[in-house]
C-alpha cells in the first residue's frame, strides 16, 4: 500500500489530546490514533449513506397496506436477523 506524507497542524489541546491516548495505550504513535480516526470517520460516513438510501427507499416505495402493528413486526424480524 502506498502512502502519503501529510502535515497538520493542532491546538496544544489537542496535540496533548494525542499524546494521552498514546501514554494510555491505546495507540503507539500519532498516525496510527489519526488513521483511527479516519476509518471510524469513513465508518461512519457508510453507514450514513447506507441510512440516507433506506429514507430514499422507503419514500419511494409509497405508501403501505399494511398496519403499523405488520411494520413493526416485520421492522424487527429483520432488525434481529441482520448479520452487520
Do not use: C, H, P
Not at 502535515?7 to 494525542?18: A, E, F, G, M, V
Amino acid at each position: 500500500m502506498a502512502t502519503v506524507r501529510k502535515t497538520i497542524t493542532l491546538s496544544d489541546t489537542q496535540d496533548n489530546w494525542i499524546k494521552s491516548q498514546i501514554a494510555r495505550g491505546s495507540f503507539t504513535n500519532d498516525s496510527e490514533y489519526i488513521r483511527d480516526l479516519l476509518r471510524r470517520d469513513q465508518s461512519q460516513n457508510d453507514l450514513l449513506e447506507k441510512l440516507r438510501q433506506s429514507i430514499a427507499d422507503g419514500l419511494e416505495s409509497g405508501l403501505s397496506d399494511q398496519s403499523l402493528d405488520d411494520i413493526w413486526a416485520t421492522s424487527e424480524t429483520r432488525a434481529s436477523t441482520r448479520d452487520d
